[in-house]
């Protein structure tokens, strides 16, 4: 029973004299590593991030050697949870989901290697799909499909490496949307190219 007692105390005091790390205050990157502020040392641990204005618990990070390894969760500064995914090495990895502050699914995506690759998909806040585009290695490639809040369908597109093939496009009331040339250009260009447009909520720095 005394060794019990030894064993008990000894860890409160280790867990009471143990700081808890916050990403923005004590540590800082440097050429794509974390280190501990004012060292060279690089961070291995568990880190979290503060809301500024409530001091909320607004993130979880895990890290080994510097770089973002394991699970990551974010929160709302309300508590609620808004997402989560994990990483490998530095580089995102795994299934990636969103939420909406009510709790409602906001987007989900599989990530490969830091890039999006396979299916994504994104709700309005009433539930409705909103999108479903598939990735390979961060570019959209194959059939793209956007909905209005109503349900109507908005667009179609086929991509091959990033690059619109086809589209055809509708207004909300079912109609069929003529699109210009430039502005075909230019979605091609916003939604097909970028290898993390799709997860731009959800940030690290």
């Known amino acids: 029973m005394k060794y019990l007692f030894i064993i008990i105390f000894s860890t409160l005091i280790i867990a009471c004299g143990s700081k808890v ?59 609620k949870k808004k997402g989560q995914v994990s990483f490998v090495k530095g580089k995102r990895e795994g299934k990636e ?48 499909m956007q909905w209005y809040e109503n349900e109507k369908q908005e667009f179609i597109k086929t991509y091959k490496s990033g690059t619109i093939e086809s589209e055809e496009h509708w207004n909300k009331d079912g109609s069929e949307k003529k699109i210009k040339p430039k502005e075909k250009s230019d979605e091609a260009v916003k939604k097909g190219s970028g290898d993390n447009f799709i997860l731009k909520d959800m940030e690290i720095k």
Do not use: C, M
Request: hydrophobic content about 25%; charged content about 35%.
């Open 21 to 79: 790390i916050n990403l923005d205050v004590d540590l800082e990157e440097k050429e794509e590593f974390i280190y501990k502020k004012g060292t060279k040392e690089k961070f291995t641990g568990t880190a979290f991030r503060y809301d500024k204005k409530t001091k909320k618990k607004i993130g979880k990070y895990q890290l080994i050697n510097g770089l973002f390894s394991g699970p990551t969760t974010y929160w709302y500064p309300s508590g």
């Open 97 to 144: 989901v969103q939420w909406y502050e009510d709790g409602k699914k906001k987007g989900e995506a599989d990530v490969v290697n830091g890039k999006v690759h396979g299916k994504f998909i994104r709700w309005f806040k009433n539930g409705k799909k909103h999108q479903e585009i598939y990735f390979v290695e961060g570019k959209a490639h194959g059939k793209s």
